[in-house]
C-alpha cells in the first residue's frame, strides 16, 4: 500500500470467528473515503476466525491480518496491533462486535478539531448504556468508582475498548498483561491529555465473554497496585528543550 495511511484501525480478537467478518466489513463501511488500514490481531484462536479473515483480504483491501503464535492476552495483542501500524493515529476497538465502528469517525473528528489541547493524546469511548449482564455492569460501576478515586483518571468507564489515541503515545507506555484498562491513569502519567466521549455499546452477538467476574477483580486488585506504584515513581520536567 504506497500511499501515507492517517488512521490505523486496531481489532484483537479471540476466538470470534461467528462476527468478524461482518465487523470487519462494517469498519471498512464506516471509514469509507478515508485514507485508512484495519488490523485483526487474532490471538492464537482455536476456531475459524483466523482462516475466515485471511479469506477476507480478497474483499478487502485495507484489512491486515497480524497473529500471534500463543495467545497473550488482549493488552499484548493490541500492542501487536500498534507495533505493526502504518498510521500515527490510532482506533482500537473490540473485536466481539460490541464496540460500534459507526463511534469511529466521530471520535476521529474531536481529535482532529481545530482546537484540540496540543497535548491530547487520546479520545476515550465512554459506554454510557452497557450492553452486558447485569453482575458485570454493577461490578464494572464499582471497579471504575474504586479506580477513579484512588488514580485521579476522571475516567467513568477507563475500560472502554473504543478510542482514537496517537500511537506514539501508546508505545511510550509500559507494557503488562491487562494495561489497556489503564490508558487515561497511563498517558496522564507521561503528561499527556485525554477527553471522553460518549459512545454506543451491542450485546455480544456470537461467541462469549473472555472474561469473568473473579478473574477480572483478581487482575484489577493487582493491577490497581501496580498503576498506583507507577503514578507515584513518575516525575513531570513540565518540558524538554534542546538547548
Ligand atoms: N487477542 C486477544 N483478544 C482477546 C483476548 N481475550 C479477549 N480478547 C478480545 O478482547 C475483546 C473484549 O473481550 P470480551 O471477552 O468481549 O470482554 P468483555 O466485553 O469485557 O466481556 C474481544 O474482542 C475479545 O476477542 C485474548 O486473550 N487475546
Ligand atoms: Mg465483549
Redo the contacts with the bound molecule.
Keep these: 500500500m504506497g500511499q501515507a495511511v492517517e488512521l490505523s484501525v486496531i481489532?484483537?480478537?479471540?476466538?470470534?470467528a461467528g462476527g468478524v467478518v461482518a465487523l470487519a466489513r462494517e469498519i471498512c463501511a464506516a471509514l469509507e473515503g478515508r485514507s485508512f488500514e484495519v488490523i485483526f490481531?487474532?490471538?492464537a484462536s482455536g476456531d475459524e476466525t483466523r482462516a475466515l479473515l485471511t479469506g477476507l483480504r480478497r474483499d478487502l483491501p485495507q484489512l491486515r491480518l497480524v497473529g500471534?503464535r500463543r495467545?497473550?492476552?488482549?493488552s499484548?495483542?493490541?500492542r501487536s496491533g500498534i507495533l505493526a501500524a502504518r498510521a500515527p493515529l490510532i482506533a482500537t476497538l473490540?473485536?466481539?462486535g460490541?464496540n460500534d465502528p459507526a463511534d469511529i469517525p466521530r471520535l476521529l473528528q474531536r481529535f482532529l478539531r481545530a482546537d484540540a489541547p496540543h497535548a491530547l493524546a487520546m479520545v476515550a469511548g465512554q459506554r454510557t448504556k452497557r450492553a452486558?449482564p447485569q453482575i458485570?455492569r454493577l461490578t464494572s460501576r464499582v471497579a471504575n468508582g474504586v479506580r477513579r478515586a484512588i488514580l485521579g483518571d476522571g475516567a467513568a468507564d477507563s475500560?472502554c475498548?473504543l478510542r482514537v489515541m496517537r500511537r506514539d503515545a501508546f508505545l511510550q507506555l509500559p507494557y503488562f498483561d491487562h494495561m489497556h484498562r489503564y490508558l487515561p491513569a497511563l498517558l496522564r502519567r507521561d503528561g499527556w491529555a485525554i477527553e471522553f466521549c460518549e459512545v454506543n455499546h451491542r450485546s455480544?452477538q456470537h461467541?462469549?465473554?473472555?472474561?469473568d467476574t473473579l478473574g477480572?477483580l483478581r487482575a484489577s486488585v493487582r493491577d490497581l497496585l501496580g498503576v498506583m506504584w507507577l503514578v507515584s515513581r513518575a516525575r513531570d520536567p513540565i518540558g524538554i528543550d534542546e538547548l
Excluded: L, T, W
Design positions: 481489532a484483537p480478537v479471540f476466538n470470534e490481531v487474532d490471538d500471534h495467545n497473550a492476552g488482549q499484548r495483542a493490541i473490540d473485536g466481539d460490541q452486558d458485570k475500560a475498548g455480544r461467541g462469549q465473554s473472555k472474561y477480572r
